[in-house]
C-alpha cells in the first residue's frame, strides 16, 4: 500500500516536471528582442495590432490582428502558429511574411512564447489546453 501511494506520489511529481520543460528551454528576452525586430512593425510593440486593425486595407486584404487578448492568436494551438509565422499568413492578398528562412526553429518558438506573454492567464489557460493535442513541431522540417 504505501508503496503504491509512493509510487503514485512520484509519477505525479514527474508529470508535473515534464509539463513545465514543455514550456522549453525558451529565452524570453530574444523572442522580444526577435519580436521587436521582425513582427512589431505590423502587430504593435505590445502586440496592440495596426490601427482600426478590423478594417480591411483598400485592396481587401486584412491589416495585421492584435496578439493580445483582442486577437485571435491565442484561438490557435501551437502547431498553427508556429506554421503561420514559419510559412506566412493564409488570408487572401495577406502580407504576413514566411519567417522560415530568417528565423530558425527555436527562434520561432522564442517569438511565440514571447507573444504568449500578452495574454492574460485565462487565455493562456485556453490556449494550452488546445496545444496539448496540436503542440509545436519537432523541428523546423527543414
Ligand atoms: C508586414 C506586416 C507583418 C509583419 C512584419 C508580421 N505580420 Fe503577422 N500578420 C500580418 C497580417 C496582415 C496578418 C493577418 C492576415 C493573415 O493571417 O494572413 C498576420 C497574422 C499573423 C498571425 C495569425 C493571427 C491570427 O489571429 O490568425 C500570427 C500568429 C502572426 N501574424 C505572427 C507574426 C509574427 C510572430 C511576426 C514576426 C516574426 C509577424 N507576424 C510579422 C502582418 C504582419
Not at 16 to 21: D, K
Not at 110 to 130: C, D, N
Amino acid at each position: 500500500m504505501r508503496r503504491d501511494a509512493l509510487s503514485l506520489g512520484l509519477s505525479l511529481l514527474l508529470v508535473g516536471c515534464s509539463r513545465q520543460q514543455s514550456g522549453p528551454g525558451v529565452d524570453l528576452a530574444q523572442g522580444k528582442q526577435l519580436y521587436e525586430q521582425n513582427c512589431a512593425s505590423c502587430h504593435g510593440v505590445q502586440g496592440e495590432g495596426a490601427v482600426e486593425w478590423q478594417e480591411l486595407n483598400a485592396d481587401g486584404s486584412y491589416r495585421a490582428p492584435p496578439h493580445t487578448d483582442e486577437g485571435h492568436t491565442w484561438h490557435h494551438p501551437d502547431e498553427q502558429l508556429y506554421l503561420i509565422v514559419r510559412d506566412g499568413g493564409r488570408a487572401p492578398g495577406t502580407t504576413m511574411p514566411a519567417f522560415g528562412s530568417q528565423l530558425d526553429h527555436a527562434e520561432i518558438i522564442a517569438v511565440l512564447e514571447y507573444i504568449k506573454t500578452f495574454w492574460s492567464p485565462e487565455m493562456h489557460a485556453s490556449q494550452a489546453r488546445g496545444s496539448e493535442a496540436m503542440p509545436y513541431p519537432v523541428t523546423d522540417g527543414k
